[in-house]
């Protein structure tokens, strides 16, 4: 276990800049979420953590010790990947036990390793089979034991349930963030997922194109976001967004309004007209989509027990004000 610490740390490929200088203490046994977008820079974050990218610039330590300079082996990390990596020729005790043969670990605490990790994630009944004979869960529990093995200082998990269904994805999440807390163990995980992020972080990094746009809980990037991007990035169904001549407000600013803090209103009442498009009835709760005179599209999340409006019915929109958002023509909010 370890701390983990990321200083200024830049990425260029060539003359191109990919990441423009992401700086974190990550505390010992902290879970860190990198989020955001394909092509934003997180998974290129993530290696340079690794040692698998090198570093243009900044520094990044583990345990307080500069690892700029070393081998992804000696910088005590374990890292488990989107696409499992297991050996199909190996069994799954040898595909956990891979590592430690490598680094030439005493053969019966190998398997006390193994045996333990097994029992950890439920895989004993699996130790003599191939990763074939395995479902994608039992795969991706073999990565993360072949992982935990080597009792590294820190975790790092590179998009590790993009290859699940949706339910196993919520069920390994939690086995996922069940599994760190009780191995106290420093975790980077890095996804495109919001649910992930806000479900199993303590704090995210939320990245808009190289850049760490911000840094934070997740229930505090939720109620207070920094940029427009991760105010509409942030959240699900996300924020919606109407200018300020929408609403009668002169200015170039853009107001920003949670789904669920919007209420649908008899027509010519409220502060905006709108038309019905469709909904999305989703059990507990509707989604009422709508269309704006300038065709703005925007979204009102409701308890299910409310009357939804037929299609290309009339409606206005009311909100408090208190739970408006302003952004500039930068994006930054105000």
Known sequence: MATLTLNNVKKSFGKTDVIHGVSIDVEDGEFIVIVGPSGCGKSTLLRMVAGLETITDGEVQIGGRRVNEEEPMARDIAMVFQNYALYPHMSVFDNMAYGLKIAKVDKAEI????NQAAKLLQLE?????KPRELSGGQRQR?????????????????????NLDAKLRVQMRLEIRALQRELGVTALYVTHDQVEAMTMADRMIVMNGGVADQIGKPLEVYANPATEFVAGFIGSPPMNFLTCGLIGETGDDRIGIRPEHMRLADAG???LNAQAAFCEVLGAETLVH???????QVTVRQDAAKAIPDEGTNVGLSWAGANEMRFDSNGQRI
């Open 111 to 114: 398997a006390d390793r193994v």
């Open 125 to 129: 009944p699996y130790l003599t089979r």
């Open 142 to 162: 073999v990565a993360m034991g072949r992982a935990i093995v080597r009792k590294p200082a820190v975790f790092l998990f590179d998009e590790p349930l993009s």
């Open 269 to 271: 009442e409220g502060r």
């Open 290 to 296: 709508l269309r704006c005179v300038d065709g703005t």
